[in-house]
């Protein structure tokens, strides 16, 4: 586990940062925004299917980043107007940004397996846009926030999905690297914390079991679909109350177990909440992790 000092947090990404601040609040996170997308594009008919691309100025190709908010898989506590804030300070940095929307378990078809579905299909998506809109699928990462952890694991695991699940596809986007911040993603280890931290319980995150199903968690939990060959940057704040630092270091330990790549890092000082900020002190330690994962420097 890597623990950053106050110091590097100010240095780290080529700028200083401000001054380290309290935690930011769920208030404060619910209220970050940034400017329009570069396009909007559906994936499917429903009002939560659809990406929003945020493509930096000039000809390309330009690496990318897959960012899926997180929200405790439900529509109460936001989602992709937050992201826009990280979703900017990127492109400014000449990085494209697919900012992934997506049915969640108390919308209509979401839930098991809307959701994935959702997910495998936005980033699938990617295919087509790439040639049009300058996006180099050579260097991409995948980065999700909280539920979003868990959904940005789970899209770059997918190639392991057995071919009976419903959110099969037999040549996905590969994604090598998964940025994850304050990320659920063993849903059956960790049911306990995301029904206190959430109030979501398996069955609303992974379906029930069915006889052609018994095991709800082989198709939906990252955790059971190790090892995936890829790498995870799992970052928590110091005072994640709701994904602490404790979940990525048992997930890190899972994935090194099954022979995967797998780092934790803690943001001093950081909530849940910094973690998903570009204005927080925490962003220049978040920034480096999601840079190195696309071969920038």
Known sequence: MLKFSLLAATMIGGAASAAPSAPMTLQQYLALTGPAPTKHIAYGSAPSQFVELFRPAGKGPFPVVVLIHGGCWTVQFGGITQMRNVAAALTAQGIAVWNVEYRRYDEPGGGYPGMYRDVAAAVDKLKAEAPVSGLDLARIVAVGHSAGGHLAQWAASRHRLPTWSPAYAAQPVRIPVVVSLGGLADL??????????????????????????????????????????????????????????????????????????????????????????????????????????????
């Open 188 to 297: 059956k280890n960790q049911a306990g914390l995301i029904e206190s931290s959430c109030d979501r319980t398996t069955a609303q995150l992974a379906g029930t079991p069915t006889a052609a199903r018994p095991d709800v968690f082989a198709d939906t939990s990252p955790a059971e679909m190790l090892p995936a060959g890829i790498r995870t940057v799992l970052i928590h704040g110091e005072h994640d109350n709701v994904s602490p630092a404790a979940t990525g270091e048992d997930y890190a330990r899972r994935a090194r177990a099954a022979g995967d790549a797998a780092e934790v890092i803690v943001l001093p000082g950081g909530s849940h909440y910094d973690e998903v900020a570009a204005s927080s002190p925490s962003w220049p330690i978040v920034n480096r992790a999601i840079r190195q994962a696309l071969g920038l420097k």
